[in-house]
C-alpha cells in the first residue's frame, strides 16, 4: 500500500455491474481517485460524468474515464468486462466469451504496481480468477474474486427473514464455485453463538427447511435476471464490502475466490473459503471444519470446476 493517503480504484468495464459498482466505491468515501475504462470509450465517459456530477453529495473524489494504463497505479483493479448471464444460462455458460475479453484487456492493462490487487467480478468468476492468476503471474494473495461473498449475503438475508432477525447478526457462509455448485455451511451457520435451528426453536418460530433455503440461494440470481435482466446492485454492495476490507487493512474474514492449496486436499482451482481480507489481498484461507456432507460437496464443486478449466488455452 502506498504510503502517502492516496487510495484509486479502477473499475474495468462499466456496464450494469461495472457501473453499480463505481456507484457503491463512490458512495463509500473509500478512495480519492476512481477511473472507469471501457471498450466503449463514450458509455466510459457517461458513467464517469453521471457519477461526477453528484460531487456535492460526497467526499472529495476525482472520477474520470480513462484508458487501460491509468489502471496501472490502482490499489485495486476491478474487472468488471464480459458478457452477461442470459435468462436460461448458468455462469459457467459464459466462460470461452468472457475468457477471450480477459486475455485481450489483460494484454493492454499490465503491468499493475506491486501493491495492486486484481480483484475479479466477471463471471464466470472462479474461473476468470483462476485464468488471471496463471495469465499475470501475480502472487495468489493480490488476484482474487468476490467469489460467494455475495451468496452468503443471499443466505444470511433468508436466515434473518426466516428467523425474525437482523442479517448482521447472523454468521452463515457459502464456500465453492459462485454458481451451481456452491455449499451452504449449515453446519456453522449460527445465531448469537447458537446453532440456527435452535434459534429457531428459541425464537419461537417453526423449524426451517435447510433444502429449500439452500434452493432458494442456489437460485436467487436466476429469479432476479428472470425478472429484470440482470443482477447489479447486490454484486456493487458486495464489491465494495472486499475494497473496503482492502483499502482499510480490516482482516475481516469473507469469502472471496482464490486459489487452493491443498486445503480439504484441494489443489489447482479459485473457488471460494473462508479468508482473512486486508490491504495484502486475500492474506490467510480458513480452513474451517466442515461436516462430512459440506465437504464432499465442496469436492463436487472444485471437480466441476476443474474440469471447465481444463478447457482452457492456459500457459
Given at each position: 500500500?502506498?504510503?502517502?493517503?492516496k487510495?484509486?480504484?479502477?473499475?474495468?468495464?462499466?456496464?450494469?455491474?461495472?457501473?453499480?459498482?463505481?456507484?457503491?466505491?463512490?458512495?463509500?468515501?473509500?478512495?480519492s481517485e476512481?477511473?472507469?475504462?471501457?471498450?466503449?470509450?463514450?458509455?466510459?465517459?457517461?458513467?464517469?460524468m453521471?457519477?461526477?456530477?453528484?460531487?456535492?453529495?460526497?467526499?472529495?473524489?476525482?472520477?474520470?474515464?480513462?484508458?487501460?494504463?491509468?489502471?496501472?497505479d490502482?490499489?485495486?483493479?476491478?474487472?468488471?468486462?464480459?458478457?452477461?448471464?442470459?435468462?436460461?444460462?448458468?455462469?459457467?455458460?459464459?466462460?470461452?466469451?468472457?475468457?477471450?475479453?480477459?486475455?485481450?484487456?489483460?494484454?493492454?492493462?499490465?503491468?499493475?504496481?506491486?501493491?495492486?490487487v486484481?480483484?475479479?467480478?466477471?463471471?464466470?468468476?472462479?474461473?476468470?480468477?483462476?485464468?488471471?492468476?496463471?495469465?499475470?503471474?501475480?502472487?495468489?494473495?493480490?488476484?482474487?474474486?468476490?467469489?460467494?461473498?455475495?451468496?452468503?449475503?443471499?443466505?444470511?438475508?433468508?436466515?434473518?427473514?426466516?428467523?425474525?432477525?437482523?442479517?448482521?447478526?447472523?454468521?452463515?457462509?457459502?464456500?465453492?464455485?459462485?454458481?451451481?455448485?456452491?455449499?451452504?455451511?449449515?453446519?456453522?451457520?449460527n445465531?448469537?453463538?447458537?446453532?440456527?435451528?435452535?434459534?429457531?426453536?428459541?425464537?419461537?418460530?417453526?423449524?426451517?427447511?435447510?433444502e429449500?433455503?439452500?434452493?432458494?440461494?442456489?437460485?436467487?440470481?436466476?429469479?432476479?435476471?428472470?425478472?429484470?435482466?440482470?443482477?447489479?446492485?447486490?454484486?456493487?454492495?458486495?464489491?465494495k464490502?472486499?475494497?473496503?476490507?482492502?483499502?482499510?487493512?480490516?482482516?475481516?474474514?469473507?469469502?472471496?475466490?482464490?486459489?487452493?492449496?491443498g486445503?480439504?486436499?484441494?489443489?489447482?482451482?479459485?473457488l471460494?473459503?473462508?479468508?482473512?481480507?486486508?490491504?495484502?489481498?486475500?492474506?490467510?484461507?480458513?480452513?474451517?471444519?466442515?461436516?462430512?456432507?459440506?465437504?464432499?460437496?465442496?469436492?463436487?464443486?472444485?471437480?466441476?470446476?476443474?474440469?471447465?478449466?481444463?478447457?482452457?488455452?492456459?500457459?
Amino acid at each position: 500500500m502506498p504510503v502517502n493517503d492516496k487510495r484509486k480504484i479502477a473499475v474495468v468495464g462499466v456496464g450494469a455491474v461495472g457501473s453499480a459498482t463505481a456507484y457503491a466505491v463512490m458512495m463509500s468515501g473509500l478512495v480519492s481517485e476512481l477511473v472507469l475504462v471501457d471498450i466503449n470509450r463514450e458509455r466510459a465517459e457517461g458513467e464517469a460524468m453521471d457519477l461526477a456530477h453528484g460531487a456535492s453529495f460526497i467526499k472529495p473524489i476525482r472520477i474520470y474515464a480513462g484508458e487501460y494504463e491509468d489502471c496501472r497505479d490502482a490499489d485495486i483493479v476491478i474487472f468488471c468486462a464480459g458478457v452477461n448471464q442470459k435468462p436460461g444460462e448458468t455462469r459457467l455458460d459464459l466462460v470461452q466469451r468472457n475468457f477471450a475479453i480477459l486475455k485481450d484487456v489483460l494484454v493492454r492493462l499490465l503491468p499493475l504496481e506491486e501493491h495492486g490487487v486484481f480483484l475479479m467480478v466477471t463471471n464466470p468468476v472462479d474461473i476468470l480468477t483462476y485464468a488471471a492468476l496463471r495469465l499475470t503471474n501475480l502472487p495468489p494473495n493480490r488476484v482474487i474474486g468476490s467469489g460467494t461473498v455475495l451468496d452468503s449475503s443471499r443466505f444470511r438475508y433468508l436466515l434473518s427473514q426466516y428467523c425474525q432477525v437482523e442479517p448482521r447478526n447472523i454468521h452463515a457462509y457459502v464456500v465453492g464455485e459462485h454458481g451451481d455448485t456452491e455449499v451452504p455451511l449449515w453446519s456453522l451457520a449460527n445465531i448469537a453463538g447458537m446453532p440456527v435451528q435452535e434459534f429457531c426453536c428459541w425464537r419461537g418460530v417453526p423449524c426451517l427447511n435447510p433444502e429449500e433455503i439452500t434452493r432458494r440461494v442456489r437460485e436467487a440470481a436466476y429469479e432476479v435476471i428472470a425478472r429484470k435482466g440482470a443482477t447489479y446492485y447486490a454484486i456493487g454492495l458486495a464489491v465494495k464490502r472486499i475494497c473496503e476490507s482492502i483499502l482499510r487493512d480490516e482482516n475481516s474474514i469473507l469469502t472471496v475466490s482464490g486459489l487452493v492449496d491443498g486445503e480439504y486436499g484441494i489443489t489447482g482451482v479459485c473457488l471460494s473459503l473462508p479468508s482473512i481480507v486486508n490491504r495484502t489481498g486475500r492474506a490467510r484461507v480458513l480452513a474451517v471444519p466442515l461436516a462430512p456432507q459440506e465437504e464432499e460437496a465442496l469436492h463436487h464443486s472444485a471437480r466441476t470446476l476443474k474440469s471447465i478449466i481444463a478447457q482452457l488455452d492456459l500457459p
